[in-house]
């Protein structure tokens, strides 16, 4: 509430007049110190996310959009305000999503069985035209209208326009043995041209995980592996993947203990015992960490405001990933 001048020198001729003190912590501060010391934790937010905000300001931050953060209302609106918050920070921000669920969902209103085999979707040419839809058509418009509505800022674009990702075809493997699975492809080339120009002049780009064929054709993408390329070929700071996990367990399921850094080699080693909905987001990790991205984390995006969290705090949250230092470098 603001108060007047002539309400100021009034409430100070009153009861204790100039000399009004208040205790707190068993030292005497003055009663308008009192009746804003609530305002203090702020400035000590702010003031503690300065060097962070020095630090990354004009760098790439590739973020990996999915989960309960994709679902959640809260969480979806919480997503946009850290996506904005980014931007007017001054870092150049990258949105990449997936969204198997609401690809499931549109399926199942339309009486078609979902397939996966070894953990990736079963992709006919009919099931791709639906993937494509809801990808590009639906999810995306969803999350560009999310943080636009804080301004024009977020341009929708999929892997297909200017060739952004080329994927070659590739097999599920079950027990070892290689199994078709229609039009499902591995990122193997990006072009980061458009996602530049777009950083460059302010914008933050959204973009769906459809790719080119390399002999033509469209193929479904995992999100993980594309987000790691492009973080990749963008030459990010930092590459951000959001779960619904707290991040990478010690020993899950006998612990919930979280491991809060590892080096690359580390999470190799870890590779094999890993759940199978861990392996694609900690390979898509690795992929950035050792392609030259100097941090990859792994966040529990139903943690509101997840992001800034892991970015401008001293703190931060989740599991971090980085480089193995070679010949006695420094990681950054």
């Known amino acids: 509430m603001r108060v007047t001048a002539s309400q100021s020198a009034a409430n100070l001729s009153g009861a204790g007049g100039l000399g009004g003190l ?3 912590a068993g030292t005497a501060v003055p009663a308008a110190s009192a009746r804003w010391h609530s305002a203090l934790a702020k400035t000590r937010v702010l003031v503690e996310a300065l060097p962070w905000l020095a630090r990354f300001h004009g760098s790439t931050v590739v973020i990996k959009y999915g989960g309960h953060a994709m679902t959640t209302p809260a969480l979806r609106e919480a997503f946009a305000d850290d996506v904005v918050f980014l931007r007017l920070a001054g870092i150049r921000v990258v949105v990449v999503h997936g969204g198997g669920p609401q690809i499931t969902a549109h399926l199942n209103r339309l009486g078609v069985e979902s397939v996966f085999t070894g953990g990736l979707r079963v992709t006919t040419p009919e099931t791709m035209e639906i993937v494509r839809m809801v990808l590009v058509g639906q999810v995306n418009r969803d999350v560009v209208g999310l943080v636009n509505n804080h301004g024009p800022f977020a341009v929708g674009l999929s892997g297909e326009d200017a060739n952004l990702f080329t994927a070659r075809r590739r097999p599920a493997l079950v027990n070892g043995e290689e199994v078709d699975i229609g039009l499902v492809g591995d990122v193997v080339s990006v072009a980061p041209e458009t996602v530049n120009a777009l950083l460059d002049s302010g914008k ?24 790691a390329a492009l973080a990749v070929a963008l030459g990010a700071a930092k590459f951000v993947v959001l779960t619904d996990v707290e991040g990478l367990y010690a020993d899950w399921p006998n612990s919930d203990e979280v491991i809060s850094e590892l080096d690359s080699d580390e999470l190799r080693a870890m590779l094999p015992d890993l759940s199978s909905g861990m392996i694609p987001k900690m390979e898509a990790c690795l992929r950035a960490v050792e392609g030259g991205v100097p941090q990859a984390h792994v966040l529990d995006g139903r943690v509101p405001h997840a992001v800034l969290l892991e970015i401008f705090t001293d703190e931060g949250i989740g599991t971090l990933i980085t480089p193995v230092a070679r010949n006695g470098a420094d990681t950054p």
């Open 204 to 227: 933050v780009p959204v973009v769906a995980t459809v790719a080119r064929g390399e002999e033509g054709g469209v193929y479904n993408v995992n999100a993980d592996t594309a987000a």
């Open 22 to 24: 208040v205790e707190q």
